[in-house]
């Protein structure tokens, strides 16, 4: 069984006694743990403790010789409701959960229900394969980043509850300079909100987003998506490997690439029906960040729409690579930038 985000927000309200396993995975590492956090708080009635909450990380289970059936059917010390987190599950977790999850669907449900908190599953995973195939027992999440709209509205809510207000342009800025994870949206959110804390019903300006928002080239990818485009592999290859050993996802990376490459062919495509540039680039939502206009007329300029689609084809092929892959996500982007880079020459 899947849960839409609809689906999910009425599970939360009033969760569902027929499910005691829920899988929540996606690219969003942020999302991700928010919405683990919200089913706990539903299952324990919002009195989580150490009493009620197991936590086990990737591949504990194997290596504490621990049983998940036994650890589903022990009661809590004070006898309230307990919930058992998984993090990051691996192959023998995933064989556990499955055992498990057959086990009480034959017989009685479990004393304690089971939250999983996992990264970017393919479609292929056997474990995310099972918990969809399911009409009962179980159910999964899926979270996926937050769209450019998604994340304006939750960064002019959040400033406006707290009475300030934000320039059109800072607002672009922010938004630029914010990855797609939920995670580091609010940490950015708060850092602002704190540095602005004694000017009450603030104009925010983008003097204040550089002041305190981490630097937005670093987050959003720009030092390799510029790179990139514009052909220059050796920097590209460097950027690369540092994004990389920093832990960056490789689909986040490709993402990005392919989010500006779109923005890119949609500029170019409305310019050949006979729209002037300036105009079809003033359509883009987000807008353009005005410091790096310039910097994008020059690779539109230098794109053609022939080249723009095949590295758009090519970030959806990679993407799927990378999902479906086992352990070789390094070389399959590093393949991918290089030809984009090629591309760009």
């Known amino acids: 069984m899947k849960f839409n985000s609809a689906g999910f927000g009425r599970f939360i309200n009033k969760p569902d006694p027929s499910v005691f396993i829920i899988l929540v995975y996606g690219v969003d590492s942020g999302q991700v743990s928010e919405r683990v956090a919200e089913v706990k708080q539903a299952w324990l009635n919002g009195l989580e403790d150490d009493f009620s909450t197991t936590i086990f990380t990737t591949g504990q289970l194997a290596k504490d010789n621990c049983s998940l059936v036994d650890e589903m059917s022990a009661y809590t010390l004070t006898g309230g409701s307990r919930v058992i987190h998984l993090k990051q599950p691996d192959i023998s977790d995933n064989k556990a959960v499955i055992s498990a999850f057959k086990a009480f669907s034959k ?8 939250v999983i908190e996992a990264g970017t599953l393919p479609p292929t995973n056997t474990l995310r394969k099972t ?12 979270c996926y980043p937050d769209s450019p709209q ?8 959040a400033l406006s509850d707290a009475g300030h207000s934000i320039e059109p342009e800072a607002l672009d800025f922010l938004v630029a300079s914010i990855p797609p994870d939920r995670r580091v949206l609010t940490l950015e ?3 602002l909100l704190c540095f602005v804390a004694d000017k009450p019903k603030t104009q925010i300006q983008t ?17 390799l998506i510029f790179a990139c485009i ?3 592999k050796t920097d590209t290859d460097h950027i690369l490997l540092r994004a990389l050993a920093s832990g ?8 990005a690439l392919y989010r500006y490459l779109h923005r890119m062919h949609n500029v170019m495509a409305t310019t050949k029906s006979g729209v002037p540039f300036s105009a079809a680039m003033s359509k883009l939502r987000p807008p353009v960040f005005i410091m790096h206009r310039a910097l994008f007329t020059k690779h539109c300029h230098n794109w053609s729409l022939a080249k723009l689609e095949i590295a758009l084809n090519n970030a959806l092929e990679t993407e ?16 991918f930038i290089l030809a984009t880079s090629s591309l760009g020459r």
Not at 107 to 114: D, G, I, R
Not at 207 to 220: E, G, L, P, T, W
Not at 248 to 255: A, E, G, S
Request: glycine residues 6%; charged residues 25%.
């Open 230 to 232: 514009e052909g220059r």
């Open 150 to 157: 998604e994340i304006i509205k939750k960064c002019k809510q």
């Open 131 to 142: 918990i969809e195939a399911t009409n009962s027992g179980a159910a999964s999440m899926a």
């Open 248 to 255: 960056q996802n490789p689909v986040m990376i490709v993402r």
């Open 320 to 335: 799927r690579l990378l999902k479906s892959s086992s352990g070789v996500d390094n070389s399959i982007i590093g393949r």
């Open 207 to 223: 003097s204040d987003i550089q002041s305190i928002v981490s630097d937005a080239s670093d987050n959003s990818l720009d030092k």
């Open 189 to 191: 959110l708060e850092k």
């Open 107 to 114: 017989n009685s449900p479990p004393v304690a229900k089971l």
